[in-house]
Nanobody
Framework: QVQLVESGGGLVQAGGSLTLSCAAS????????MGWFRQAPGKEREFVSA????????YYLDSVKGRFTISRDNAKNTVYLQMNSLKPEDTAVYYC?????????????????WGQGTQVTVSS
């Protein structure tokens, strides 16, 4: 079992920045690829970004490329999502997730472990 706890969400004006953190515990963090997803009210859960176990490979949703940066610190068992130039359409609950199949995936159903989510609200 892997336990995940997100933090760092909040209310920010359009154009602002937030950094989300996801702290992991329970198993060897570096064995897991990590993903960030988001879900807005009335919408399906959406892939945002993923990073492999070493941090050497990353994926992004097209609409966040150039604005969001995923990173990880295996010594701290933490994955981050730096979000810049935020837009109202980025408003959602953001979730981190963990998977250990050995290759990066984007489907939310492919991830075995999930955090409880953190709310990000971007005002216009």
């Amino acid at each position: 079992q892997v336990q995940l706890v997100e933090s760092g969400g909040g209310l920010v004006q359009a154009g602002g920045s937030l950094t989300l953190s996801c702290a992991a515990s329970g198993r060897t963090f570096s064995n897991y690829d990590m993903g960030w997803f988001r879900q807005a009210p009335g919408k399906e859960r959406e892939f945002v970004s993923a990073i492999n176990w070493s941090g050497g490979r990353t994926y992004y949703l097209d609409s966040v490329k150039g604005r969001f940066t995923i990173s990880r610190d295996n010594a701290k068992n933490t994955v981050y999502l730096q979000m810049n130039s935020l837009k109202p359409e980025d408003t959602a609950v953001y979730y981190c997730a963990a998977d250990n199949r050995g290759y990066l995936v984007r489907g939310w159903k492919d991830y075995a472990y999930w955090g409880q989510g953190t709310q990000v609200t971007v005002s216009s």
